[in-house]
């Protein structure tokens, strides 16, 4: 059984920074493809970015905007997103996703993730 441990989140004020991270356990995800999403309350669940196996192919969604990078170390079995810029519309409850197989292509829904983490808070104040 696949888990996923979402970790990082926090307060932080409009234009500063986190980083997230997520830790697999249970098995090695080392060539499939991960993602965070995000949710803010009444609304659907939000593409944010994803990674494949190799950390070289990545791809964001339009809240990024050149703000997000996504990492990961397959070493630790974790990957990674580094938050700058911070705005208080990035308010939410950060996701954790990874897929079942190696296949790539820049999967946008959550539907198209086997595994998900609890979520992490993050709450950007103006």
């Known amino acids: 059984q696949v888990q996923l441990v979402e970790s990082g989140g926090g307060l932080v004020q409009t234009g500063g920074s986190l980083r997230l991270a997520c830790t697999a356990s249970?098995?090695?995800?080392?060539?499939?493809?991960m993602g965070w999403f995000r949710q803010a309350p009444g609304t659907e669940r939000e593409f944010v970015a994803i990674i494949g196996g190799s950390d070289v192919l990545k791809a964001y969604g339009d809240s990024s905007n050149g703000r997000f990078t996504i990492s990961r170390d397959n070493a630790k079995n974790s990957i990674y997103l580094q938050m700058r810029s911070l705005k208080p519309e990035d308010t939410a409850t950060y996701y954790c996703?990874?897929?079942?197989?190696?296949?790539?292509?820049?999967?946008?829904?959550?539907?198209?993730?086997?595994?998900w983490g609890q979520g992490t808070q993050v709450t950007v104040s103006s």
């Open positions: 996703a990874a897929r079942a197989d190696s296949d790539w292509r820049v999967y946008r829904s959550p539907s198209e993730y086997t595994y």
């Open positions: 249970g098995r090695t995800l080392s060539t499939e493809a």
